[in-house]
Every structure is written in structure tokens, then in C-alpha cells.
């Protein structure tokens, strides 16, 4: 066995997303989309549903902007913002305490009069550091510990303010202190001048940045970057004020002066901020946050803190796609990474590609009146798997063998064309060889190997066709009864089998509510369930009557779907007449055409959901009268009894 090559190594792959993933999937993504739509949903919300849902392998919007409001109360609960000022209470207690250890054995008056000192000492922490800044420290301990008071409260002030200062500043020297009160000085003059228009402002930043950069590991390229930078900071530093008590914030305003025991600093410091503060008064200087954890933060810490929360509220507002012309590409995936992790990212990723090529592909189209609705591809999507989940459901059924390739038949045309799902017509050999041999070649391969992209079907022509009246029950009752998207399903897989094995079939869709309306396939999917009273079987049928008529060489087969027996009829001046119980009128009315339509040779079969005995026995009455039968199908079962009828009738 060999071993792999030294300096090589095999691991998960960490870096982005998965170059070895599958591709989104557009079906699964597409069925879930039609799913919504023809429940009621316009594409465009049923789009933005399946993003805020996701899909079995990707979190959506919805998942992710759980995980952001996780973290942004865990950042709340966990933290307290009065870590400088513990620390600083800390170190001073501790200095007073070695002083006064020192002082205790020593019995000379200057001791005595050392321990009545810090026994005068104010109560308030800023306040006593105050006063003991021209203390002559005795103890060597409380020398060095009141020394690491004013170094702690420069750093934390600069880290407040720039990124990574507090380390930078570890152990500084007064040269080090000197160079970062030059460099606030420095800055606080460039700021002047680009607020005054000055024309020389981009040589003073460039000067600027020669001598200062390494303060600003973001690195800006101009002068407006580095004020955005700043001005950030610097206003989550002010929330981060604004979120403390004003007994903290004054404490810290005192406490700020003794700052690397030079008064310089925090007066730069707060030229700074006023000239940011109007440089950019967009920025949010003004709200507060509540912390109610046990962790204190320093400021540098706290500043932090703010900044993360600031972010996670931006990303929250970017996912949740609710401003105007709003785009998953606006998700900002590095502050996602760096709040949730990498698989967020490539999670959030994913979803912008799968909405990108739902769109690139042409699944969605305009209408005239400029609404988004789905595509004829997209419809013909939409009816495979529906008629899919329909084949599947009739090879389950006791004499599913013959059903299912009844039709497949006919006489060659001479044509071919590629192959598709639930295509049963013969191969036509030589030219899926052919297509084989030719793709082969020039992918520059050595051997021939068969694909399915290259089968190639024989074109044949039944020797009989149909007029088929697909007539669905749209009252209210449907959507109520949870019946709308089987019915929708059950249209759009009868459809596709004829549009792709039965061709030469005659179609029509006709929806009846109060009034009856013969609609495209488009508009049923998209149809939404109204409150509107009425079930009009009677013009239902006359529509039926004048299609069969267009096609007097077709075999009629007219397929009913309703759950309510008829409550509308249409009069002569086309108004629609509607009473409950059925009126003895609008129920002869409606058998008179049910013996019309047997007069043209056309059965009636009639699938009947729901158990009601006045329904149960009109349809019974229809089915006698026209020669046809009645289906009570199971809700699931819908599409295969309607396909499966239909088959056997075109059959017979």
C-alpha cells in the first residue's frame, strides 16, 4: 500500500463552502414553491417562505435570525460593563493596603502622619485616586500597583477607541505615551481639515498614515474609510457610556484624567469624539443596552460588546428581507462568520445562490399586470412530479399494470426528439448511439459511455383522440376542507400527462364557484381560495358542452371534482342564481345538461369528496343519467383516480 507524499494532509474542508457539495436543488426548492402557490400564496411570498423555512440541508432566514437573537441576549446576560472600575478599586485597594503595612511597624511621626493621609482619603474610587497622585509611595507594592491604575485607564481609553490598542500598549514607556498623544493630535488637526474642505487633506492623510499606520490595522485608503472606522468605535464606546449608571459614567470622566498620569490624553480623546460625533451623525450615539450578566467587561471589552450587538442587529435587519428591493446578496457574510460561525455563512450563501438561479433560470415571469407568477417551465416542473407522486400511487393499485401503459401506443410519425420522464414510447437505437458517440468525443474521452441525456424516443400518434373537461369545484368549502392543493395537483398532473403522452388531446380546465370560468393552467395554480357561496355544476357543464362541441371528432370524457352538491345555477341573462337547499330549478337545470352531454356521447365521472348524503345521492343521479360513475376518493388519491380514470375511459 502506498504511502500518501510527506507534507499532504486530509481533513474536513473548512475554508468556505464545500467545492464538492451538490448544487442547489432547484426541485425540491421548485415543488416547495408550487406547494404555496397553489395553497393560495402569491411566487413571490411562496419564494421568500421557502427562504425563510430553508431546505432539509440549509438553514433559512428564519433559523439564522434565531441564532442572532441567541447570541445577542446571551452577550446581555453573561456581561456587566463595570470591569475598568472593579479592576481599578481593586488595584487601589490593594496599593492602600500595602502602604499601610509598611507604614504600621515604622513608629516616626512621618508614618503617623502617612496613615492619617490615607485615612482622609474621599469615599469615591476616581476621588481617591486623585488625590493620591502626588502621594510619596513608601511601599514599593502600592507604588506599583497605583502606577498600573493610570497605565490600565490609558489602555482601556485607547482600546476603546482603536482595535487591539490595550495589548499594544502593555508595559508602555512615557516615549510610547508620548507617541499616542502625538499620533491624537495628529489625527484631531487631519479631521479639522477635511471638515473644512481643506484641499491639501489627501496628502495630510497620506503623511498621516506613513507615520501613524500602525495604529490602524484596518488600513484605510482615504480619509473618509478612516473616519468610518473611527466614528464606529467610537460611538459604541458612547453607547457603552450610555448603558452604565451616571454614578459609573462620572467616576470614569474623573478617572479618565489620571489616564497614563497625563491629562493629555483624555483631552484628545474627547476632541476626538466630538469631531466624529459630527462628522458622521448618522452613526447611533445616543442608545443603550442593558447587561445584567456576572462577566465584567473593561471598556475596550464593552466597546467590543456594543459593536457586536450594533452588528447582529444589522445582520438580524439583513435577513430579514423586509426593506424595499431587498436581496440576499446584501447579507453581509463576514459579520455572519464572525457572529455565528462558518457554517452560518454557508448557509446564508446558499440560500442567495438558490434564490439567484431560481430566478436565472427563468422559473418566474412577469404577468401583464406586472405581478410575478411562475413560469410555463416552471409549471411543467410542477406537473412531473405531480404526475410522478400519480404514476407511483397507481403502481400500488391492483391492476396498475395495464393502466399505466395504456396510451403509450401508436403509429411512428417518423420523428424523434429526447427522452422524458414517463415516456413509454420505443428508443430510437442509432441515434442514442450516435448522441453517445458524438458527446464522448468531445469531452475528448477514449471510450463511449451512454447517458440519459442522449436517448432519443420514437414520435408516435394515437390512432384516437380526446376532448377532456376537467371540471374542479373552487367554493369555499374546498379551501376550507383542506381540498384546494389536491385539487390543484390532481389539474396540473392530468395536464402534464397529456401535454407529453396524449398530445393530440383537447384540454380544458374549468373551475366553478358561483360561476363557472374555463381558465390556463397558470391561472388555476395561482387561483386563491375565496369566501364565495355557491357551487354551479350547471354552467360548470355548459362550458364543458361548448368545448366538446370544438372537437367533434374526439372521444368526450368530461372528469367532475366537487364536495358539495349544486347550489348555483346561471339564467338565461347570465347572472348566477344561488339558494340553500338547492332549488328544485337549479337542480333540474343541471340535469338537463348532464343529458346533454350524454347526447354527445360523454359520461360523466364525477369524484366526489366528502360524505354528505344529499351530495351522495345527486352524484349518483348524475353518474346514472350520463352513463359515468362516481370516484370517493381519499384526498391523497385524488390525482391517481383522476389520471386513472381518465386513462381507462380514453382506453375504452
Do not use: C
Not at 471638515?195 to 489627501?202: K, L, M, T
Amino acid at each position: 500500500m502506498n504511502s500518501l507524499p510527506e507534507g499532504y494532509s486530509y481533513g474536513p474542508w473548512h475554508d468556505g463552502p464545500d467545492p464538492l457539495a451538490p448544487p442547489a436543488d432547484l426541485r425540491d426548492a421548485l415543488d416547495e414553491i408550487g406547494r404555496d402557490v397553489m395553497a393560495g400564496a402569491s411566487p413571490r411570498s411562496a419564494l421568500e417562505e421557502l427562504l425563510r423555512r430553508g431546505t432539509p440541508r440549509t438553514a433559512g432566514l428564519d433559523e439564522l435570525t434565531r441564532r442572532l437573537w441567541q447570541r445577542r441576549s446571551e452577550i446581555q446576560r453573561r456581561h456587566r460593563l463595570d470591569g475598568t472600575l472593579q479592576e481599578v478599586q481593586r488595584l487601589l485597594d490593594e496599593a492602600l493596603e500595602a502602604e499601610r503595612r509598611d507604614l504600621f511597624p515604622d513608629p516616626d511621626d512621618d508614618a503617623r502622619f502617612r496613615e492619617a493621609q490615607l485615612d482622609a482619603l474621599p469615599p469615591g474610587t476616581a476621588a481617591a485616586v486623585r488625590e493620591l497622585a502626588g502621594y510619596d509611595w513608601r511601599s514599593r507594592e502600592g507604588r506599583e500597583n497605583y502606577e498600573k491604575i493610570r497605565d490600565l485607564l490609558g489602555r482601556e481609553l485607547l482600546d476603546s477607541r482603536f482595535e487591539g490598542m490595550k495589548e499594544a500598549m502593555r508595559n508602555a514607556g512615557p516615549e510610547d505615551v508620548e507617541r499616542v498623544n502625538r499620533m491624537l493630535a495628529d489625527l484631531n488637526d487631519l479631521l479639522a481639515a477635511h471638515a473644512q474642505g481643506r484641499e491639501d487633506v489627501p496628502e495630510r492623510f497620506a503623511g498621516f498614515m506613513r507615520e501613524h499606520g500602525e495604529f490602524f490595522p484596518e488600513n484605510p485608503k482615504n480619509v473618509e474609510e478612516l473616519i468610518d472606522v473611527l466614528a464606529a468605535r467610537a460611538a459604541a464606546a458612547q453607547r457603552m457610556l450610555n448603558s452604565m449608571t451616571p454614578e459609573q459614567r462620572a467616576e470614569l470622566a474623573e478617572l479618565a484624567q489620571q489616564a497614563f498620569g497625563d491629562p493629555r490624553l483624555a483631552q484628545q480623546l474627547s476632541t476626538l469624539d466630538s469631531q466624529l460625533r459630527a462628522l458622521r451623525p448618522g452613526e447611533d450615539w445616543t442608545t443603550s443596552e442593558r447587561f445584567r450578566g456576572n462577566d465584567p467587561l473593561g471598556l475596550g471589552e464593552g466597546a467590543r460588546a456594543m459593536s457586536d450587538l450594533a452588528e447582529l442587529d444589522a445582520l438580524a435587519e439583513q435577513l430579514g428581507q423586509s426593506y424595499p428591493g431587498a436581496r440576499l446578496e446584501d447579507i453581509d457574510l463576514d459579520a455572519l462568520q464572525r457572529q455565528l460561525g462558518p457554517d452560518a455563512g454557508v448557509d446564508a450563501r446558499r440560500l442567495s445562490e438558490l434564490e439567484r438561479e431560481l430566478r436565472r433560470q427563468g422559473l418566474f415571469e412577469r404577468a401583464p399586470d406586472g405581478s410575478l407568477r411562475l413560469s410555463p417551465k416552471a409549471l411543467r416542473r410542477l406537473g412531473e412530479t405531480a404526475l410522478a407522486d400519480v404514476v407511483n400511487a397507481l403502481r400500488g393499485k391492483a391492476g396498475s399494470r395495464e393502466t399505466e401503459s395504456a396510451g403509450a401506443a401508436g403509429e411512428p410519425t417518423g420523428a424523434t426528439r429526447p427522452w422524458r420522464f414517463g415516456d413509454m414510447q420505443p428508443w430510437d437505437v442509432s441515434r442514442t448511439v450516435r448522441n453517445s458517440v458524438l458527446r464522448s468525443v468531445s469531452v475528448g474521452g477514449r471510450s463511449v459511455r451512454m447517458d440519459v441525456s442522449d436517448v432519443e424516443v420514437i414520435e408516435t400518434e394515437h390512432r384516437s383522440r380526446a376532448a377532456v373537461a376537467l371540471l374542479v369545484d373552487t367554493s369555499w368549502s374546498m379551501v376550507q376542507e383542506g381540498r384546494w392543493l389536491p385539487m390543484k395537483r390532481t389539474a396540473l398532473a392530468l395536464h402534464q400527462l397529456i401535454s407529453t403522452r396524449f398530445r393530440a388531446d383537447a384540454l380544458q380546465l374549468i373551475t366553478f364557484g358561483r360561476h363557472a370560468m374555463a381558465v390556463e393552467l397558470a391561472e388555476l395554480v395561482g387561483l386563491e381560495g375565496a369566501w364565495e357561496q355557491g357551487t354551479n355544476a350547471h354552467h360548470a357543464l355548459l362550458l364543458a358542452g361548448r368545448h366538446l362541441r370544438r372537437h367533434p371528432d374526439a372521444q368526450p370524457v368530461i372528469l367532475m371534482v366537487t364536495d358539495g352538491e349544486p347550489t348555483a345555477h346561471l339564467e338565461p341573462d347570465g347572472s348566477a342564481v344561488f339558494d340553500y337547499p338547492p332549488q328544485p330549478r337549479t337542480l333540474l337545470k343541471t340535469l338537463s345538461e348532464v343529458d346533454r352531454m350524454a347526447k354527445l356521447g360523454a359520461s360523466v365521472t364525477v369524484f366526489r369528496l366528502g360524505d354528505d348524503p344529499r351530495l351522495t345521492a345527486f352524484v349518483d343521479l348524475i353518474a346514472r343519467r350520463s352513463g359515468g360513475r362516481v370516484v370517493a376518493p381519499d384526498l391523497d388519491g385524488l390525482g391517481a383516480a383522476v389520471v386513472g380514470d381518465y386513462l381507462r375511459t380514453r382506453k375504452r
